[in-house]
């Protein structure tokens, strides 16, 4: 079946601009997380839905990022005022969110690079 | 705090020799510890996982073991091959924020040699 997609796969933008990234999860998965990815660096937790709770926020760096979900479908990552630092690639994640400790599947990335 | 430390950050071996990366986790009551593989540029892929039942798991070149006692993990890869050149994640439940919610520990560069 298809797995997880993002779009877009590759975004430049102005420093000051915003962005928004989207991501399809796996059909029939409840829980979606996002990651940053810096150049050679680790995964970097952002944010977490699952189901109807409220989304696990612990990881937004700073007030110009925020994420939706719609329903247990498609999410959007957006970025405000966007800075050089933040010039990474932004993972998506899903899991079917029925059990503690469960396999997360991830998508492409989006790679931004911000001039 | 919660915490999954990996070691060692980089790890280069000859061509048909053993790599092994070790994880350690803070939170005894984890449950499940995938090990991902990153290729440069890709994304990352579940290569195994074991769960808390279990003290070890194999398929092929790769092995999972678990010591549920002192709280570590370990990948194993025996008979390298370049194509094992890649990053290595391992990860645990977080013990709070998210029922699903994983921690990933920072990543082994393995460079496979010919």
């Known amino acids: 079946g298809a797995g997880v997609s993002q779009s877009p796969s590759n975004k430049v933008t102005e420093k000051g601009k915003d962005v928004e990234l989207r991501c399809d999860p796996i059909s029939g998965h409840t829980a979606l997380y996002w990651y940053r990815q810096r150049l050679g660096q680790g995964l970097e937790f952002l944010i977490y839905f699952q189901g109807n709770s409220a989304p696990d926020k612990s990881g937004l760096p700073s007030d110009r990022f925020s994420a939706e979900r719609t329903g247990e479908s498609v999410s959007t990552l957006t970025i405000q005022r966007t800075q050089q630092e933040d010039s990474a690639v932004y993972l998506c994640a899903s899991s079917l969110g029925s059990v503690r400790g469960e396999t997360q599947y991830f998508g492409p990335g989006t790679r931004l690079l911000v001039l | 705090g919660e915490n999954v430390e990996q070691h060692p950050s980089t790890l280069s071996v000859q061509e048909g020799d053993s790599a092994v990366i070790k994880c350690t986790y803070s939170?005894?009551?984890?449950?499940?510890f995938p090990w991902y593989k990153q290729e440069l540029g890709k994304r990352p892929q579940l290569i195994i996982d074991i769960r808390s039942n279990v003290g070890e798991k194999k398929d092929q070149r790769i092995a999972v073991t678990l010591n549920k006692t002192a709280k570590h993990f370990s990948l194993h890869i025996t008979e390298t091959q370049p194509e094992d050149s890649a990053v290595y994640f391992c990860?645990?439940?977080?013990?709070?924020?998210?029922?699903?919610?994983?921690?990933f520990g920072a990543g082994t560069r393995l460079a496979v040699h010919p």
């Open positions: 939170d005894s009551a984890s449950n499940y």
């Open positions: 990860a645990a439940p977080a013990a709070s924020g998210g029922y699903n919610k994983l921690i």
